[in-house]
């Protein structure tokens, strides 16, 4: 009993689940199969979210101009009949197109309850001045990696547990827990950047998110992990950056079972579950300085099929971790360190 989209929508609305197909692999499916009272809200979130980072990653403008941009944004998104410049080097057609028809996108926003809407929009603000510190900033430390994943993606936790509390679906438990819901959205992001190492390190400028205070133990430049003769340093910096990830899975699982709704628990859960499968494949894997590592088609068919109860996603963190604790190297730096918080997330539940 899947949900669909209802066949009454606006003519905006349409081209906006439409659009939300075309820049998202990951999160189309599940924000259709929303609840009709949240649907058209998060698909709105995700097109402005996605449009901001569309800002983010160009390389290709002036410091300057970007700067203005992501200044501009969120006072940009509520100007009926706003559309960006032309021209953005936006990752894909689609994104470039969702920019240049912006206003669309804006047009079903109003027509959101003005709640939703302030969600939107206070989220958008803060991420994007977030986004212009770290234009200028570099992830020195731990605690700078932490406070760029709260921009990009803790913030999207907190916005999308608003829109969970104000839909009135799961009552009282959305209250409260922005502390969780950051977790969530750091969880994710640190798995992307994880994963992202070779596709951001080669760019022209190269963009670095993993912390210098954890590559600087292994090398000179971040750049370097992706040598053979650094082999055994890309090894053990990639198990301690899985390692720091893995310190937000007892959050997320408090989280989750407090999603008692079952399209938002979907929604939610399927990604987290995503995560922990490619850290997994990514953990003490060097491919990740070579190539693209994904998880296999199979394999995200069946934990998107099980994602749907909490003691199924508790019973797939437990298999996925139990597997990172098995390849865990006998001499490696931080082994004990992953052992241990491989511990400490299956004691969460
Ligand atoms: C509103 C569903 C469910 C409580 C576009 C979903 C970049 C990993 O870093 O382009 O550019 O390589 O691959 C999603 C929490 C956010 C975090 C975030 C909006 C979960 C723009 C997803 C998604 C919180 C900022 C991947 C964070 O993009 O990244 C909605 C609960 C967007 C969520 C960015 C990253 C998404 C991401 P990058 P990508
Ligand atoms: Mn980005
Ligand atoms: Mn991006
Ligand atoms: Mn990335
Ligand atoms: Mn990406
Ligand atoms: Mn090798």
Known sequence: KKRQLPTNLTEEEQYCFFMLTRVSRSFASVIIELHDELRTAICVFYLTLRALDSIEDDMTIDLEVKLAELRQFSQNIQIRGWNSRKGYGAANVYEQELLENF????????????QYQSVIKEIATQMAEGMAIYQTKE???????????YYVAGLVGVGLTRLFYHSALMGDSMSNIDDLAISMGLFLQKTNIIRDYLEDTVQQPPRCFYPKEVWSKYVKHLGDLQYPQYHNEALSCLNDMVTDALRHVPDCLQ???LVDEESCFRFCAIPQVMAVATLERCYNNHD????????????????ILQSCSFESVVRIFEEYLHTIASKIPKKAHSGNQTRGRVADALQSV
């Open 103 to 114: 206003d669309r996108v804006i047009a079903v926003y109003y027509r959101l309850s003005p």
């Open 139 to 149: 992830v020195a430390t731990l605690k700078d990696y932490d406070s760029y994943c």
């Open 288 to 303: 990740v300085f070579t190539g693209v590592v994904k998880i296999r088609k199979g394999e995200a068919a069946k934990l």
């Open 255 to 257: 989280y989750m079972s």
